[in-house]
């Protein structure tokens, strides 16, 4: 179970790092739920996925990242959900 959760923090981290990569492929998607500042958004949310992607890959971490991308994961969800 380590390697697979470690596998989808990497994953998850390499999604936030990919925001600063190429931002402008994540506008479409972002400009729904963050129609304000839409660039600044994905930047943010970008950070904040690599925070939690390198949390649950960690495994002292683990624990704490699992439960900020359920966090994460809902307010995302009630943003799109508002919109």
């Known amino acids: 179970m380590s390697r697979r959760t470690r596998l989808l923090g990497l994953a998850v981290a390499g999604t936030g790092a990919a925001h600063f990569v190429a931002p402008k492929a994540f506008e479409p998607i972002s400009r729904r739920p963050f129609p304000d500042d839409t660039r600044r958004w994905v ?9 939690i992607g390198l949390a649950i890959a960690g ?12 966090c994460y994961a809902t307010w995302l969800a009630t943003r799109f959900a508002a919109r």
């Open 59 to 70: 495994p002292r971490t683990r624990a704490l990242g699992i439960a900020a991308l359920a």
């Open 43 to 51: 930047l943010r949310n970008g950070a904040t996925e690599v925070a």
